[in-house]
């Protein structure tokens, strides 16, 4: 019967029996990607692109060609301006409260400790890497628990001018809005937690308060 050299023929099994050679299948054939972009937007959780093109469209069956943009998760909190963005997005840097006392003596040494603040967190999530620190220095990690209340100190020289406040104390969020933390010495040991409330001093136990760096 008779023979095609349509790019149905290979579905319907009629291709001439030279179709190969004589209309070989060639594949999509797309661009390396580009460079990352910015955030869509500063001051907010959302996305940045990269995208690429096609250079050789598909041809007699040739398979198809792929996704030509792909996104991912961003923050950035600076904004376009180069003004900083809201402190309740910025992930808080904590560290042990033992720190703090050596922090002080150094402080007073020089004659310009400056009164700090403490801030209250109720802790909602704690990745699994922060009960595995093998190091001596990071033993406190160990301490962390979900649902468990903390607090958290602003002490000089973490205490940032001219805002008056700590990078991260979730200053200006919203009731109830999941504020991240970053524990330093353990890049695996992160989580969100809840602000409850700022007070001159802290209250917690020793093992449950912390330095924001």
Request: charged fraction near 20%.
């Amino acid at each position: 019967g008779p023979c095609y050299c349509d790019q149905a023929c290979a579905r319907t099994l009629d291709c001439c029996h030279d179709y190969a050679q004589a209309c070989p299948v060639i594949p999509c054939v797309v661009s390396q990607w580009s460079a990352w972009s910015g955030c869509a937007e500063p001051c907010k959780t959302t996305y940045r692109v990269r995208t690429r093109h096609i250079i050789q469209e598909p041809r007699n069956g040739g398979e198809t060609c792929p996704a030509l943009e792909e996104r991912a998760g961003c923050v950035e909190y600076w904004t376009r301006q180069g003004t900083e963005c809201q402190q309740s997005l910025i992930p808080a840097l904590i560290t042990t409260g033992g720190f703090g006392k050596a922090r002080k003596k150094r402080a007073a040494a020089d004659g310009n400790e400056r009164a700090g603040y403490c801030v209250e967190f109720q802790l909602v999530a704690i990745t699994p890497g922060c009960l595995h620190s093998q190091h001596s220095y990071t033993r406190w990690m160990r301490y962390l628990r979900e649902g468990h209340t903390v607090c958290v100190e602003c002490q000089h020289p973490a205490l940032h001018s001219p805002s008056q406040h700590c990078y991260g104390d979730g200053t200006g969020s919203q009731k109830n809005q999941l504020l991240h933390w970053q524990a330093v010495g353990n890049h695996q040991c992160k989580g969100t937690w809840r602000r409850i409330r700022q007070l001159d001093t802290c209250s917690c136990p020793f093992v449950h308060s912390f330095l924001f760096i």
